[in-house]
């Protein structure tokens, strides 16, 4: 679970520097890694942070859609 909230907080980074696909793809795999008994708590609240950041303009991109989508489900 630690090395999930690293991997989200890398990804946090890529995005505040313009990586905004490659921070939603790095977020899906570390999720989608973990069993979903563990995407909860911090984890799943740094990833909707994440999600919550990224402007209106990038939420039709598949990266964003699918992180949506872990995020949500």
């Known amino acids: 679970m630690t090395r999930t909230l690293l991997n989200i907080?890398?990804?946090?980074?890529?995005?505040?520097?313009?990586?905004?696909?490659?921070?939603?793809?790095?977020?899906?795999?570390a999720l989608t890694a973990l069993p979903a008994d563990?995407?909860?708590?911090?984890?799943?609240?740094?990833?909707?942070d994440l999600f919550e950041a990224i402007p209106a303009q990038h939420?039709?991109?598949?990266a964003v859609r699918?992180?949506?989508?872990?995020v949500t489900g």
């Open 9 to 29: 907080g890398t990804a946090a980074c890529s995005h505040h520097d313009g990586g905004t696909e490659q921070a939603c793809r790095r977020t899906v795999d």
């Open 59 to 62: 939420q039709r991109e598949q």
């Open 38 to 48: 563990f995407r909860t708590g911090p984890v799943r609240r740094r990833a909707l």
């Open 66 to 70: 699918e992180l949506r989508d872990v």
